[in-house]
């Protein structure tokens, strides 16, 4: 495993962008370097630690989903090598394994987020309300069961530090356009029913996850940023799913159970993390990694 990294440091590129976990680099005018560090955020404050080999995880993993269900929609990726674009062999470690060359796309302005099971926001939507984003459900369901089938709930995309805000369908028609819509929402759909359809195989329920999306000069639709992660998805081991309650997740729970306890209020800065709570979390990363691709 590579030294963590907080934030990568390229000269030989500009930077674009920081987000919660990505630094996003120009390549040239057609193509961006996207570089996965370690960085980890809860509750929507990037905390101070980086968690070691997350980044990598990432990587591997949305490399996986990227090929694997790359005849339901073309992905962003150049199939470049992020070592060939940067300079020095300093430069070079910091991308080897954890970065990808994409093709420089317009993001559309909504996050796609697809539930199969009913759970977290969901779950407290449903007690409250009988619904889920506005979206009618059978009465009766409990906590952490399988929806009758999944759902499109998307959402708006915030700034770093701010919270998304769930929308409704014929929101995201607004914003996007009928017909767009309607791609994105069934592209969602697809890609989540085979990717959950084939982890249950690799012992893993995806109870829910993210995608974004976007759309170069033409208007041709792309799967773009990372897919099916422990950072985009509620990942389940199969083997311990019980209706009623919330099985235990291949993700950053343990940092988000520490920081419940800790008595810190949710605020920046976030406080420093404890080393055996860091390494648990990289260990929880590394066993999703290794259920799915079998490695």
């Known amino acids: 495993m590579s030294t963590p990294i907080l934030q990568s440091n390229l000269q030989s590129l500009p930077l674009l962008h920081r987000g919660k976990v990505r630094d996003l680099y120009e390549v040239d005018s057609d193509h961006l370097l996207i570089v996965q560090t370690d960085r980890l955020s809860a509750f929507d404050v990037i905390l101070p630690d980086p968690i070691p080999g997350k980044g990598e995880v990432l990587t591997t993993v949305s490399n996986f989903w990227f090929n694997k269900l790359t005849h339901i929609i073309p992905n962003h990726l150049s199939g470049i090598d992020p070592e060939s674009v940067?300079?020095?062999?300093?430069?070079?470690?910091?991308?080897?394994?954890?970065?990808f060359v994409t093709k420089k796309l317009k993001p559309l302005p909504i996050e796609a987020i697809v539930r199969g099971?009913?759970?977290g926001s969901g779950w407290k939507d449903y007690k409250k309300t009988?619904?889920?984003?506005?979206?009618?459900?059978?009465?009766?369901l409990q906590e952490a069961q399988k929806l009758p089938q999944p759902l499109f709930t998307p959402s708006t995309k915030?700034?770093?530090?701010?919270?998304?805000?769930?929308?409704?369908?014929?929101?995201?028609?607004?914003?996007?356009?009928?017909?767009?819509?309607?791609?994105?929402?069934?592209?969602t759909l697809a890609l989540y029913t085979e990717a959950?359809?084939?982890?249950?195989?690799?012992?893993?329920?995806?109870?829910?996850t993210k995608f974004e999306f976007g759309v170069d000069k033409t208007g041709k639709l792309y799967l773009i940023d990372e897919a099916l992660t422990p950072d985009s998805s509620r990942f389940w081991p199969a083997d311990q799913y019980r209706v009623g309650s919330n099985p235990p997740s291949f993700d950053k729970q343990f940092v988000r159970d520490w920081l419940e306890s800790s008595g810190w209020n949710?605020?920046?800065?976030?406080?420093?993390?404890?080393?055996?709570?860091?390494?648990?979390?990289?260990?929880?990363?590394?066993?999703?990694?290794?259920?799915?691709?079998?490695?």
């Open 117 to 119: 099971y009913l759970v």
């Open 86 to 99: 940067v300079k020095t062999e300093a430069e070079r470690e910091q991308v080897r394994g954890r970065a």
């Open 158 to 187: 915030a700034a770093v530090g701010d919270h998304d805000e769930n929308i409704s369908f014929a929101q995201a028609i607004d914003l996007l356009g009928e017909a767009r819509a309607k791609q994105v929402r069934d592209a």
């Open 196 to 208: 959950a359809d084939y982890a249950l195989t690799r012992g893993i329920i995806i109870a829910d």
């Open 130 to 140: 009988g619904a889920v984003c506005g979206i009618q459900l059978p009465a009766g």
């Open 266 to 295: 949710k605020q920046p800065p976030a406080p420093h993390i404890p080393q055996d709570v860091l390494l648990k979390t990289a260990e929880k990363y590394r066993e999703a990694l290794q259920r799915l691709l079998g490695v």
